[in-house]
């Protein structure tokens, strides 16, 4: 890492290969005593060493997006990003972005080979959100590398059009059959999922010191990822979750002694992603019901809200989405909200006719 803390002080460590080959090593403590000074600091110094080159007439070679790519991991990456953000870059940069363009230089990436780039993974098959996935990793890594003096400009990366996915939720009627379908060491956790719209990440993380059965209500603050990782909740905010009458139950019968997770193993510790596919699969079986996945009970969450009316930004906030956009989804699930949106026009006809009689000859 070319940033480190030692005891009490930062420090900037850097390896900087000259266009002649020599290579220089700058250690100092940084004059701003924190990471983020520490950092700037260090931008300063790359960018300062790259104009001495160029002054003395010798231009300075970009790395190429492979070299960058596990500096970028490194130094920016893991030590800004959560676990699941990681893995999902690393991912990327392994399986499609170094494969491409790893050999070029990175101050060579520009519009066509961000075209070329989409137009053979297109190809390839793999859906538009997945490829605009990719080149968010592209973009962000871009990003640092001008912000650390490496390239001077950013290429204004065009996101694939993406068509709104269709969601799946179940009714009233299924989402009860589900529940008495389901084995009772796992009803809870699909009632909790049901009534109060939590990630199956969320549900995993939720500690018993998160319920407050005298509020009535649940804290989301905090997820586990499929690799075990306990990070924050998805957008990196907490919200809290009114609990129903159902939820309760639920949860006060399932108090256990195990430890503090909600929902464990049989040694106390929560529980992993593999571990929570063949319970949900046996529900939807027992009570008769198509394929459906833990993130179908989060739909079917909101959209139950919907559709008794609840205002769609109270819908966002109980989701944790970071936009009304993602919540529109559900919208058209309203079963009032065309017809009371033309009922607003009703006055304004009236007034109309009203003032044409009042003008005409």
């Avoid at 924190?34 to 060493?49: K, P, V």
């Avoid at 494969?99 to 859906?127: A, C, F, Q, S, T």
């Avoid at 009627?173 to 009803?187: C, F, K, N, V």
Wanted: hydrophobic share 35%; aromatic share 6%.
């Amino acid at each position: 890492m070319s940033v480190r803390k030692r005891g009490t002080k930062w420090y900037v460590d850097i390896v900087y290969e000259h266009p002649n080959g020599k290579v220089e090593r700058v250690r100092k403590v940084s004059p701003i005593q924190t990471r983020r000074g520490a950092e700037q600091y260090e931008r300063d110094i790359r960018l300062s060493l790259a104009i001495g080159a160029r002054q003395k007439g010798k231009e300075v070679q970009a790395p190429t997006v492979s070299e960058f790519a596990a500096e970028f991991m490194e130094d920016y990456a893991e030590v800004n990003n959560k676990p699941s953000e990681v893995s999902a870059k690393k991912k990327n940069l392994k399986l499609h972005l170094l494969p491409l363009l790893g050999n070029k230089r990175i101050n060579d990436i520009g519009l066509r080979e961000l075209e070329r780039y989409k137009r053979k993974k297109l190809k390839e098959g793999y859906h538009p959100k997945t490829i605009n996935n990719q080149l968010t990793t592209l973009g962000r890594m871009l990003t640092v590398a001008q912000e650390w003096g490496i390239i001077t400009q950013v290429p204004k990366i065009k996101k694939l059009p993406v068509p709104d996915a269709p969601f799946d939720f179940l009714t009233f009627g299924e989402a009860d059959r589900l529940i008495e379908g389901t084995e009772q060491g796992w009803r809870a956790m699909i009632v909790v999922a049901l009534k109060c719209g939590l990630r199956q990440g969320e549900l995993l993380g939720l500690r018993w010191d998160d319920i407050s059965f005298d509020r009535q209500q649940l804290t989301v603050s905090r997820s586990i990822d499929r690799a075990g990782n306990i990070g924050t909740p998805k957008n990196g905010k907490t919200r809290i979750i009114p609990l129903n009458t159902d939820a309760i139950q639920a949860l006060e019968s399932h108090r256990h002694r195990k430890g503090i997770w909600v929902f464990c193993d049989k040694m106390g510790a929560p529980l992993r992603d593999n571990l929570c596919k063949a319970p949900i699969k046996r529900a939807y079986k027992q009570a008769g019901l198509r394929h459906i996945s833990w993130h179908v009970l989060r739909h079917t969450f909101a959209s139950h809200l919907v559709m008794r009316g609840a205002p769609l930004p109270t819908v966002q906030e109980l989701m944790g989405h970071s936009t009304i956009t993602m919540t529109m989804r559900y919208a058209h699930l309203s079963p009032d909200a065309k017809r009371d949106a033309v009922k607003l026009l009703q006055s304004y006809g009236t007034i109309a006719a009203q003032t044409t009689g009042s003008f005409s000859n």
